[in-house]
């Protein structure tokens, strides 16, 4: 059996694992990023826990992988354009650093492109070579698998699907666009457009001051009107975002994971069939809308999975292609 | 000097010429679809137009490439699904009929992916790996090249970018999404939203009784108020689509070709205004919108480019890269 350290780094907190080559957590440690203290104290937090997982260990690593928020250059492993949550990261040479302190290969990828890589060798993907992943969480984050391969773009960019245009007359997104998909499918967004709507959380939900994207889907599966209207609102943006992403990639399954995707069946039901109801038939049939299988744990057993061969179409003995 | 036969097939016409590997057209021929009368018509055309150019010419020709509306499986070289305008030719072995009729290597490829090709090999695209190609014509297609290679998704059907929403509560498109860039960005979209606007046409203009996108963009540059509203709403619709793919894909260049994108200078200049300002720096600066520079042939010449290697990344001495 291989093992991996797996490293999964994002503005609060970072994930550290040992996995093994079925995607087994064997041993695992969370630990605040400290994004406000600086890059370099980040990095030194990525180093510590790397070397407690390795001196802990009965087992002998055969890699390390790491996914990071951001835009990641794969080929130097480096950070090419750092996010608002981890300030000052861009250029961080991650790569270079890890294989010098430890001496085993190292990958480095962006955060939602090693989750695409769980799934594929763990999860909803595995029987795929053409899909898209998209994580409904904090904001929207995606990743595009054709062929086998991860889709990158000219600068490690590509995949920054929750800023499609859904609404070129909407509201203002950060990245400067109108209307992003952002702006309706991610937590924070379906909170704000019910605290917006007038919702107030349903009478059987607790009160938590604070509207969440949870309380809304609750009320939505209990009937509650307002909630109702909300998640409709939200289902026809993101059906309208997936319908776009199918013509543009013609994918073989649409993977949904992060907090939103949690809303579970129901979620699921309503967005596959406002999907196909605005995808063109030849598109639609080739393609399945699903949930993310691989779970909390994604990022950092894709980024573990990094050390494994990905990419090369012969996932030996885990994957039946 | 190498030649090929190159064939691009729309649904009124079909552009048979011999081009030689510099990209010149030595010999040309246009008939009529003949669409209505169906798909083995329209192959029987095919045939014809090859055959006159082989018997006409001087040349030993290499190879014959296809360019044809519709969604194409390159690997069969047969249609996947047949777009309106071509009733009936989903099935179709295109090249499976031509390699058997003229005994010559033969390529197949979508309309709008042998666009890209041509502006790999002869346009705006020579110096880029990673770039979107946008025919705004009587509808809006795509093409997608990552790393040298154009995508095809699961069934050759990657691409369609004129169905990307722009505004999910807009009008219904024929695909079944609703506020599609097409439904703003084509020729016939523009002259529907003229018309829906009361312009009737500068006065500087020909009356011809309808009025046509090339009248609305000759009015938006005379300043006309009416046409200039209706391009603002154009314009923006098709930059927070762009917008939208530079995120998706993080290209170097969206390259933008079809009678629309004739309007040249100002509605390059206004769209690039826009677009970068609905694109988060990070991508921005990577990418560059660019009209297509292998003009009103690119269609016959992409697809007889066909027979030389594209997608090798060796383009010799036709391409610095």
Same mark, same amino acid.
């Given at each position: 059996?291989?093992?991996?350290?797996?490293?999964?780094?994002?503005?609060?907190? $970072? #994930?550290?694992?040992?996995?093994? /080559? /079925?995607?087994?957590?064997?041993?695992?440690?969370?630990?605040? =990023? !400290?994004?406000?203290?600086?890059?370099? #104290?980040?990095?030194? +937090?990525?180093?510590?826990?790397?070397?407690?997982?390795?001196?802990?260990?009965?087992?002998?690593?055969? !890699?390390?992988?790491?996914?990071?928020?951001?835009?990641?250059?794969?080929?130097?492993?480096?950070?090419?354009?750092?996010?608002?949550?981890?300030?000052?990261w861009? &250029?961080?040479?991650?790569?270079?650093?890890?294989?010098? &302190? @430890?001496?085993?290969? =190292?990958?480095?990828? +962006?955060?939602? +492109?090693?989750?695409?890589?769980?799934?594929?060798?763990?999860?909803?993907a595995?029987?795929?070579?053409?899909?898209?992943?998209?994580?409904?969480?904090?904001?929207?984050? &995606?990743a595009?698998?054709?062929?086998?391969?991860?889709?990158?773009?000219?600068?490690?960019?590509?995949?920054?699907?929750?800023?499609?245009?859904?609404?070129?007359?909407?509201?203002?997104?950060?990245? !400067?666009?109108?209307?992003?998909?952002?702006?309706?499918?991610?937590?924070?967004? $379906?909170?704000?457009?019910?605290?917006e709507? !007038?919702?107030?959380?349903?009478?059987?939900?607790?009160?938590?001051?604070?509207?969440?994207?949870?309380?809304?889907?609750?009320?939505?599966?209990?009937?509650?009107?307002?909630?109702?209207?909300?998640?409709? =609102?939200?289902?026809?943006?993101?059906?309208?975002? $997936?319908a &776009?992403?199918?013509?543009?990639? %013609?994918?073989?399954?649409?993977?949904?994971?992060?907090?939103? *995707?949690?809303?579970?069946?129901?979620?699921?039901?309503?967005?596959?069939?406002? =999907?196909?109801?605005?995808?063109?038939?030849?598109?639609? %049939?080739?393609?399945?809308?699903?949930?993310?299988?691989?779970?909390?744990?994604?990022?950092?057993?894709?980024a573990?999975?990094?050390?494994?061969? @990905?990419?090369?179409? *012969?996932?030996?003995?885990?994957?039946?292609?």
């Amino acid at each position: 059996m291989s093992y991996a350290v797996g490293v999964d780094i994002g503005g609060t907190k $970072i #994930h550290f694992a040992v996995v093994d /080559e /079925e995607g087994t957590i064997t041993e695992q440690r969370i630990v605040p =990023t !400290g994004a406000a203290q600086g890059p370099e #104290h980040v990095m030194q +937090n990525v180093m510590d826990g790397i070397s407690r997982l390795m001196a802990g260990g009965g087992v002998s690593i055969d !890699g390390i992988g790491i996914g990071s928020a951001g835009q990641i250059d794969c080929r130097s492993g480096s950070v090419s354009f750092a996010v608002d949550t981890l300030p000052g990261w861009t &250029g961080m040479p991650i790569k270079q650093i890890v294989e010098r &302190g @430890f001496g085993l290969p =190292t990958y480095v990828d +962006n955060d939602v +492109n090693v989750i695409a890589i769980a799934e594929k060798c763990f999860g909803s993907a595995k029987l795929f070579d053409h899909y898209v992943c998209l994580a409904l969480g904090t904001g929207v984050g &995606g990743a595009i698998v054709e062929a086998g391969k991860l889709l990158r773009g000219s600068s490690g960019g590509a995949g920054e699907l929750g800023h499609l245009s859904v609404d070129f007359n909407g509201p203002r997104c950060s990245c !400067g666009n109108y209307g992003c998909m952002e702006l309706y499918a991610s937590g924070p967004s $379906i909170a704000r457009l019910a605290r917006e709507a !007038g919702f107030k959380g349903g009478l059987q939900l607790s009160s938590s001051g604070e509207v969440t994207a949870k309380e809304v889907i609750a009320g939505w599966t209990e009937g509650d009107a307002l909630a109702g209207k909300v998640m409709d =609102t939200v289902i026809r943006a993101l059906a309208a975002a $997936i319908a &776009g992403l199918i013509h543009a990639f %013609n994918p073989q399954a649409v993977i949904i994971g992060g907090g939103v *995707a949690e809303a579970g069946e129901p979620f699921f039901a309503a967005l596959t069939e406002q =999907t196909e109801a605005r995808t063109s038939s030849s598109m639609r %049939n080739d393609c399945r809308i699903m949930p993310a299988s691989v779970g909390a744990n994604a990022g950092v057993i894709g980024a573990a999975a990094q050390v494994w061969p @990905f990419n090369t179409g *012969a996932f030996g003995k885990r994957v039946a292609l």
